[in-house]
């Protein structure tokens, strides 16, 4: 019935509210100060959000009217994404100089595995403590590790001493520490699956771990399965360094609704401008453009078509984006519009690591 565990060296470095802290290391004006990299005080939405303004209750995917509300003092930054892209570089950089089993979840968060890595020791928390030094020595900004024996566990660990430490759940201590979390603090357990756990009585992982399988995937479907096993420290999932972008986008909130689908089109062809540009970097076309429009009530709509050739250039991601404006009048006036090309000319590529008990 139980999956046999692989065990691994498994490093989680999530940099501490990056965006934020990018923009006050750039500008010392900022430093100690409540920002949000997004929004405004008017409209849109927060990107992330400093420590300073965390403490008000600011976070990321907030409203900019509701981070102004929380703190009044609260300082709106454009986001610079080439920016971001260009210090994540540097920290990826850095990641590899240690293994090349590093998979990025984002600009500022990735897994290594270090089970075998190139400086030849044995420590996984001694490496990740020496990594997050050079990142601050060499980068300017902190980061945060979890370190255990799969990316589930690591994931969580990362997160127990933020800002600027870290957590290492060595291999028997994986199961009490499960047993003992807070059932929200569970990666992949959102707000509504969290509510719907305390209604079935699960609060914490030995609550969970005392439900059996057939009762979890009665009530959860097949991510029952996943809970049953993660509970008890079997997350087999490898770092997978070669992660296909499977779609690439632009999309852009605008401080004065648009009206017309003559506004529309003038503003979709500069996101087309910058979706090109981005798929150039990525070296990568697609054949299903979608056309994605947020209406001023924020309900949300998307139209898709999918071409029998593969496409990068703007004026023929335009031409289709035309036709898919055009497919249905306007329903209200639009914050909100984005360009997306999926179904890309990525090849899958697997990489294996096994590797069974070691000493942490």
């Keep these: ?55 008000f209750g600011v976070r990321s995917a907030i409203s900019g ?50 089970t075998q890595n190139k400086k030849g020791n044995p420590s996984a928390s001694l490496l990740a403590q020496e990594i997050r030094l050079r990142i601050l020595n060499e980068v300017g900004l ?90 008890r420290g079997i997350h087999n999932s490898e770092v997978k360094p070669s992660r296909n972008t499977k779609s690439v986008a632009s999309e852009h909130t605008f401080d004065v609704n648009l009206t017309s689908e003559i506004f529309m089109l003038e503003q979709l062809e500069k996101i087309a401008v910058s979706l090109e540009k981005r798929l150039k970097r990525y070296n990568v076309s697609g054949k299903t453009v979608t056309l994605k429009i947020k209406y001023s009530d924020f309900t949300q709509q998307t139209r898709s078509k999918t071409l029998p050739y593969f496409i990068s250039d703007k004026s023929l991601i335009m031409e289709t984006v035309e036709e898919l404006l055009y497919q249905e009048r306007m329903k209200d006036s639009v914050r909100l519009l984005g360009i997306s090309l999926s179904n890309l000319n990525t090849e899958q590529k697997k990489e294996v690591v096994v590797q069974l008990k070691f000493a942490f």
């Design 142 to 231: 902190t980061a945060s590790a979890g370190i255990s024996i799969n990316k589930f566990v690591a994931k969580i660990a990362s997160d127990y001493n933020k800002p600027n430490g870290q957590k290492t759940v060595n291999p028997d201590e994986v199961i009490p520490f499960l047993e003992e979390l807070p059932i929200r603090k569970f990666y992949g357990v959102g707000k509504v699956t969290t509510e719907k756990m305390y209604q079935l009585g699960i609060f914490t992982g030995l609550d969970l771990k005392n439900k059996s399988l057939d009762f979890l995937e009665k009530h959860f479907g097949k991510s029952g399965k996943f809970y049953f096993y993660v509970v």
């Design 1 to 55: 019935m139980f999956e046999t565990p692989v065990y691994r060296k498994i490093i989680h470095i999530d940099m501490d509210a990056f965006y934020a802290s990018v923009e006050q290391m750039d500008n010392p004006v900022l430093r100690g100060k409540p920002i949000a990299v997004g929004g405004s005080e008017n409209r849109g939405v927060v990107s992330a959000a400093s420590y300073e303004a965390r403490k």
């Design 65 to 114: 009217v509701l981070a102004k509300k929380y703190c009044p003092e609260i300082i709106f930054v454009r986001p610079r994404f080439d920016r971001y892209k260009e210090i994540s570089s540097k920290i990826h950089k850095i990641f590899h100089e240690y293994t090349d089993m590093v998979e990025p979840l984002s600009l500022d968060e990735a897994y290594l595995d270090v």
